[in-house]
């Protein structure tokens, strides 16, 4: 059974850098498109960023400059590195990530910033 888990997020002061890291556990076979995704307090779920299988990397206007996804595959693992965060950015984020055929999300990690 695959798992995702992420990790990294916390508490930072506006201005400040956090990456967030999605790592993939079982048995994986095949990996594809991956997405980071963000649901902010009292708001709809929204992606964020994504990379298509064999693409480039894609960003929300939102964060757009600031924000930075790229993927280890000898880990397994997908990363999100955020920076000059502000206080909008805050919501619980979430990977979404295409393995064997199917598509898995990760509990999330809330990531806080203050202003």
């Known amino acids: 059974q695959v798992q995702l888990v992420e990790s990294g997020g916390g508490l930072v002061q506006a201005g400040g850098s956090l990456r967030l890291s999605c790592a993939a556990s079982?048995?994986?076979?095949?990996?594809?498109?991956m997405a980071w995704h963000r649901q902010g307090p009292g708001k709809e779920r929204e992606w964020v960023a994504g990379?298509?299988?064999?693409?480039?990397?894609n960003y929300a206007d939102s964060v757009k400059g600031r924000f930075t996804i790229s993927r280890d595959n000898a880990k397994n693992t997908v990363y999100l590195q955020m920076n000059s965060l502000n206080p909008e950015d805050t919501a619980v984020y979430y990977c979404?990530?295409?393995?064997?055929?199917?598509?898995?999300w990760g509990p999330g990690t809330q990531v806080t910033v203050s202003s």
């Open positions: 979404n990530w295409v393995l064997n055929g199917r598509a898995y």
């Open positions: 079982g048995t994986i076979f095949s990996s594809k498109s």
């Open positions: 990379m298509p299988a064999g693409g480039g990397p």
